[in-house]
């Protein structure tokens, strides 16, 4: 009964949200447009959709050729304004998934602004990142004040649009026709088995225009990484018989443990927080106490997410330190349509970037050439820079 209540404040948001788009594709309110590729990830529901992994996916893709900068709004720090990250730089000063980024990928600028024209104008313009070849907005998909060269829409496999309902009622930030905005949709998070039948049905609910990309990606294990000490630890190779401590600020946890649950035969104890949660003292003695009542052999696992927040905080116990990992995840194009998104990604920063010496590599591959180095080796945007 108290949810039916939100359905009305519901409607509300979606007549509020619905003109000021209107307003938008009107042109009263204008979006800028910049002479720099600007590729925008985002979604339309609230969190959980894989945003950080695939644009992490991107990065890979792209910095080894081109200069790149992430350009986040940094949600729930502590600070305001414009920031670069660097080395000093914490959670609190720029956001959890922007130093989780940082971290990974040392040699791109990453910033936070919350108001996204004034951090592009600070990277074109600013001393140390005016040589930057392109932007990658990180969740801007509701934000129209910039037109992105390439407008990314990913969605959750788990909670499709047509199923769900505008906020507070529902996770979605804007109506499921919205997605028109968008040059490729991708259906996340799907399970690696899925059917040749489940695609076709979610290219019928999703509603693809002709102009549109379809694609489908999933989420894979890395090797777990010690958060303290210790070396990386494979999944695969670790005791069936270890007793997990799941410790998991996140939307959506308990999918986590579903995923990480087939290679242990104990349940999983799983210690959920609020997505974005900044660990107290308390919170550390609560993990701590609940690892230690945990029988042995025992490891504590974490997102490479809560990492950023965790890492760092005063009080774990020596045990626990001892037996502390991060389980990083990648994301994995289906149906082998890998290639399809690098092309086209490839395709327009090299046609649009202001930097680029416009050298395509059009030689086969020699047969003693790795297959990987191949594809790596398919543009080079600048003459300062190997592929």
Known sequence: MKDLLLIPISWLYGLVVGIRNRLFDMGVLKSKSYDIPVISVGNITVGGTGKTPHVEYLIRLLHRQCKVAVLSRGYKRKSRGYRVADQQSTAADIGDEPLQM????????????ADRREGIEHLTADKGTRDTDVILLDDAYQHRWVKPGINILLVDYHRQLHADHMLPYGRMRERKEESKRADIIIITKCPSAIKPMDFRLLRDSIGVYPYQTLLFTT?????????????DV????????????????????????????????????????????????????DINATFAALPDPRIAITTEKDSARLFGQKGFEE?????????????KFLQDEEEVFNEKILSYVEKNSKNSILVQHKNQPTQDQPKEEKKNNTISFRSNMTP
Request: hydrophobic letters at 40%; glycine letters at 2%.
């Open 102 to 113: 940082k971290r990974k990928y040392d040699d791109i600028v990453v910033a936070v602004c």
């Open 219 to 231: 989420m894979q294990y890395r090797a777990l990484r010690p958060m303290y000490c210790g070396e």
């Open 234 to 285: 494979e999944l695969s190779s670790l005791d069936r018989d270890t007793h997990v401590l799941l410790i998991a600020g996140v939307a959506h946890p308990e999918r986590m443990a579903d995923d990480l649950q087939p290679h242990f035969s104990h349940p999983i104890t799983l210690k959920s927080y609020a997505d974005h949660h900044f660990f107290t003292a308390n919170d550390i003695a």
């Open 319 to 331: 045990d626990l330190r001892h037996h502390f990992f991060m389980a990083p995840i990648e994301v």
